[in-house]
């Protein structure tokens, strides 16, 4: 946008167009070129993107500038427009009759004497004008991608024929994590699965350490074969052991035996003795 | 491997893909013990390209990556090889595709506001459908409408590499500065119109009942 | 017209062409004032043919007409573009596999057993043909069932010496806390991560407490 755009096909009459001077000739001096043959202004109609685009035309024919519109004189050729358009019974769109209105508001304001000249006070035009700037600018920026180079049109991108694959099958990887992750998950499963379904007593070694604590006492000694059931069968004879070495490892019992192969006996620890904890283990170890 | 054959793969690569790729993907065609570094494959791209200036061929970056394709100095004889023309865009389309490059994320509502009219669902419809523009998300406002935003599709289309890359919007003046700006850049111009500026600015400053400041400003001009 | 610019201009169309093209079809890209005789076209197609040699593409006459293509020798690296993702297995197959690790000699029916669920052949076969693993005998049962256990491939593929090395079903249990203290790739992943070609499998020993091994993969990847 320059301030004085160059005389691209400025008809004479236009520069000589008076209304620009005086508001009140517009209204009987109207531009030769606004009359274009009827059958051709519907087409010629049909180019204008809105009213917005319609009024940059208007501005843009005569070389003002968008933040200088003699609004008096845009505001009659707007309006000569749209009374075309009602004359040939075109379908008026409503935003042409919306931007009418705004700009007959504006005009009538811009005619109101101001009686004291405030700064704050705003142009009348402002808004319309920072309106058809942000069109104009996407107007042109529509134009400017047009004339991008663009696939197919200007610039053609290249595919070429691909030699021929060979199939080569990849297998799917598997990560060591994912296998055991898995193997846990099928092992889970299968636990609950025995639950349900062999009605199995859980043989827990917690569970089983509370029983032998409860079978032996401070005082007597217990034998040691006295603690298994075979009828628990193999199961139940590995969770007692592993119950009792437990138990020795928290010195919670002792562990008796004379002479090797000797029977062994087992006694509950004393309360008092928190400390000699190992006496039992190398008691075992001994033997 | 040699330099000669890293521009090579790299050059058969780009024809074959008949897509854009990235220096990733270009990188990811050598074998394992074959790997060059990521400068050598841009030298490579960079010597491809000086190969080709003379030829009318083009290896250029866009959104989506590298690609080699025909330049705009062969259209003449390229276009001469199909029958079709290249489908034109209506002005509304462009218009509205503009927006929502150098706007996004924007609302239909706020497309219809700048362009001063309503937008058709047909061309929405048809820049979704093209893939140069997809919603990004939903303004939280009542009715919450769809926000607009261009896609990569858009930027290789229009052989962009990104949207830095747009044509500069024509930039907006300040209206309240008018008169200032007027007084600073007419007399410079007066020269080339004097007689223009004065007929077709001055009704202008007529009309805006800014006595003080206008009746300076026609003074410097003078 | 110039021989080098009816060079650079039947290479542009072949290009752009996407299709074998004709003699004819080729002379009809140029303009009424500049068309070349056939025997330009020609030369033109030879002198390409003879700058192609070296490269990766040629210039070659099909059925339909001349057209430009990637050379064969260009093949491993065109078909890594466009080498798919493998597929992933299933949680039955590698359930099953991890039951025929663990409780090896197993029979289909005893996985099932354990799994509670019937077990395809198709895994059966995968895993086989795989050579992870193999029949290793037939249960003394009605039907004789085959018994399944795992191969050397099995053991070499995950890294592990033996068997031994896969952690116990006790150890199995806290595996979480395991896993979360151990950063774990797959083997084939590791084309992925630029270095990692060389360390991908170690993190199969790293499970199994092997500190030594473990550090100098460590020390190794830094």
Request: net charge negative; no cysteine; hydrophobic share 40%.
């Amino acid at each position: 946008m320059t301030e004085t755009p160059p005389p691209a096909e400025q008809t004479p009459q236009q520069t000589e167009m008076p209304f620009a001077y005086v508001q009140g000739e517009a209204v009987t001096t109207l531009p030769k070129d606004l009359y274009i043959p009827p059958d051709a202004l519907e087409v010629f109609l049909e180019t204008f993107e809105g009213p917005l685009d319609l009024l940059l035309y208007l501005i843009r024919r005569q070389n003002l500038d968008v933040l200088d519109i003699p609004i008096a004189a845009i505001t009659e050729q707007y309006m000569e427009y749209i009374e075309l358009m009602t004359d040939l019974r075109l379908e008026l769109a409503a935003e042409y009759l919306v931007m009418a209105a705004m700009l007959a508001e504006i005009k009538s304001r811009m005619l109101l004497p101001r009686p004291v000249e405030t700064e704050e006070e705003e142009d009348p035009r402002a808004e319309l004008v920072r309106r058809l700037q942000e069109y104009e600018r996407y107007k042109q920026a529509a134009e400017d991608i047009d004339h991008l180079p663009r696939v197919g049109r200007d610039v053609f991108p290249v595919q070429l024929e691909a030699p021929e694959k060979q199939v080569v099958a990849t297998p799917p990887q598997v990560s060591l994590v994912e296998l055991l992750k898995a193997a846990r998950d099928a092992m889970m499963r299968a636990e609950m699965f025995s639950h349900h379904h062999i009605q199995m007593e859980p043989l827990s070694v917690r569970e089983r350490m509370s029983s032998v604590l409860g079978a032996v006492s401070t005082e007597e000694f217990t034998s040691f074969t006295e603690l298994f059931r075979p009828e628990e069968g193999r199961m139940g004879v590995v969770v007692s052991l592993l119950a009792v070495l437990e138990l020795i490892k928290e010195s919670l019992i002792e562990l008796v035996q004379s002479e090797p192969f000797a029977p062994i006996y087992i006694k509950a620890a004393a309360a008092a003795e928190a400390g000699p904890g190992k006496e039992p283990v190398a008691a075992v170890a001994e033997s | 491997m040699s330099e000669k054959s890293i521009k090579h793969i790299v050059e058969a690569v780009l024809l074959a893909a008949g897509k854009p790729l990235t220096l990733d993907q270009l990188l990811a065609v050598f074998g394992d013990g074959e790997k060059p570094g990521r400068d050598q494959i841009r030298e490579a791209i960079a010597a491809l390209q000086e190969e080709y200036a003379e030829r009318g061929i083009e290896l250029v970056q866009v959104a989506s990556g590298w690609r080699i394709q025909v330049g705009q100095e062969m259209e003449p004889w390229v276009s001469r090889l199909t029958e079709e023309k290249p489908a034109r865009y209506s002005r509304a389309l462009l218009e509205t595709l503009a927006l929502v490059a150098y706007r996004q994320p924007i609302t239909r509502g706020e497309i219809e506001d700048i362009r001063g009219v309503s937008v058709s669902s047909s061309i929405m419809k048809t820049l979704q459908e093209r893939e140069w523009v997809r919603v990004v998300g939903h303004r939280d406002v009542p009715g919450r409408p769809a926000m607009y935003g261009t896609t990569r599709q858009f930027l290789d289309y229009f052989n962009l590499k990104g949207l830095d890359d747009l044509p500069t919007l024509m930039e907006l003046r300040d209206f309240d500065t008018i008169n200032a700006e007027l007084e600073l850049t007419l007399p410079g111009e007066g020269a080339e119109a004097e007689e223009a500026a004065g007929q077709a600015q001055e009704p202008g400053l007529v009309v805006v009942p800014v006595a003080g400041e206008g009746g300076e400003s026609n003074e410097t001009l003078h």
